[in-house]
C-alpha cells in the first residue's frame, strides 16, 4: 500500500475534527476456517501497541483470557460446540469491528473521543475521554474496556498509526495461514467470497460471510465456515445499536432541547405580557436592613 494520511468522517459529540487527507476505505478479512490458533496476531498486537502484560487465566482451553481487557486488544476464542452431533473446535479472533455506524461513537458524549475516519477505521482519542462508558453500552459486540487505573476506554485501533503510513496490521503482518487480510473492502468481499465457495465445495453448505448491516457492516469481514450459527463462534447474530442509544442521542435529545427551548420562550412571552417584577418601597427598606418578609 502507498503512503496515505487520514480524514475523519465522524466524531463524537460533533467534535471539530483535525486537518488531515483523506484515504480509500480499508477494512481487514478473517478466515476462521484456516486459523490454527497460534497467537502470533496477539504476541505482535501486544509488542506494536507496547501494552503491558496481562496475567493470562485457566479456562481449560487454550484461550489466552476470559475477554478482551483494557489492555489487550486482540483475543483468539477457542470454542467447543456440537453440532449435529458431532464436536467442532472453532477458533476465531476477537477484536473491534470497526463498524461503518459504531454504536460507541454514537453514545459518546464527550467531544472528540472517538473518532471514525473516512477509511472507516474507528478510534478512541483518550486525552478527550471522560471514562463515563457510555461507549460499552453502545457496542454489541462488548468490545470497548475500561482501565480502572486511567479511567479511559481502550480498545483495537486496527494499527491506524501504521495504515496512515501506507503499512498493514502488525496481526496481519504476523499471521503465518493467511487467514488475516488487509485491504479495500470491496477487494476483500471479493475474496471472502471465493473462500466461502470453496468451503462450500468442500462440504461446508452453510459457509458465509459475516458483515452485519444493523451496524451499517463492519471493518473486519469474517469468512465462517458455520455462517448460519454465528452465536457458535461468540458473535450476534443480528448486532445493532441498543435502543436505549438511539432514543437517547435522537430523539429523547430533541424533546430536551425543545423543552429548554419552551421554557425561555415562556419565560420571554411572560416578561413581554406582564413586564419585569417590582418590589415594594417599604420591602426595598427591608431588605436593604438585612430583614426578611415580614
Known amino acids: 500500500m502507498t503512503t496515505q494520511a487520514l480524514e475523519v468522517k465522524n466524531a463524537s459529540a460533533g467534535a471539530a475534527s483535525p486537518g488531515i487527507r483523506l484515504t480509500e476505505p480499508v477494512a481487514k478479512l478473517i478466515d476462521t476456517s484456516t486459523c490454527i490458533g497460534c497467537k502470533a496476531c496477539e504476541v505482535a498486537c501486544q509488542e506494536w501497541n507496547d501494552l503491558p502484560a496481562e496475567t493470562t487465566v485457566n479456562l481449560g482451553t487454550y484461550q489466552t483470557l476470559p475477554q478482551m481487557t483494557p489492555h489487550f486488544w486482540n483475543l483468539i476464542r477457542f470454542i467447543e460446540v456440537e453440532m449435529n452431533g458431532q464436536l467442532h473446535w472453532l477458533m476465531r479472533k476477537d477484536q473491534c469491528m470497526h463498524c461503518s455506524d459504531p454504536g460507541c461513537l454514537k453514545a459518546c458524549p464527550a467531544p ?34 475500561l482501565s480502572g487505573q486511567t479511567r479511559k476506554i481502550y480498545k483495537c485501533t486496527l494499527c491506524v498509526d501504521r495504515v496512515s503510513v ?20 470491496d477487494a476483500l468481499l471479493l475474496k471472502a467470497q471465493k473462500r466461502v465457495d470453496q468451503l462450500k465445495s468442500s462440504g461446508f453448505e452453510a459457509a458465509g460471510i459475516y458483515d452485519p448491516q444493523g451496524v451499517g457492516g463492519t471493518g473486519v469481514v469474517t469468512v465462517l465456515a458455520y455462517a448460519d450459527r454465528p452465536e457458535a463462534y461468540g458473535l450476534p447474530a443480528n448486532p445493532t445499536i441498543p435502543m436505549s442509544v438511539v432514543l437517547w442521542k435522537q430523539p429523547l435529545k430533541w424533546i430536551g432541547n425543545l423543552a429548554i427551548l419552551g421554557g425561555i420562550v415562556g419565560a420571554f412571552l411572560h416578561y413581554l405580557r406582564y413586564g419585569p417584577k417590582h418590589v415594594p418601597e417599604g420591602e426595598k427598606s427591608k431588605q436593604a436592613a438585612g430583614g426578611g418578609p415580614a
Do not use: H, M, R, W
Not at 128 to 145: Q, S, T
Open 166 to 185: 501506507g503499512l498493514e496490521p502488525a496481526c496481519i503482518k504476523a499471521c503465518p495461514t493467511n487467514c488475516l487480510s488487509f485491504g479495500t473492502k
Open 112 to 145: 472528540g473521543a472517538i473518532v471514525q475516519y473516512q477509511n472507516g477505521i474507528v478510534d478512541f482519542q483518550q486525552e478527550n475521554c471522560i471514562g463515563c462508558g457510555y461507549c460499552i453500552a453502545g457496542c454489541p459486540f462488548n468490545v470497548p474496556k
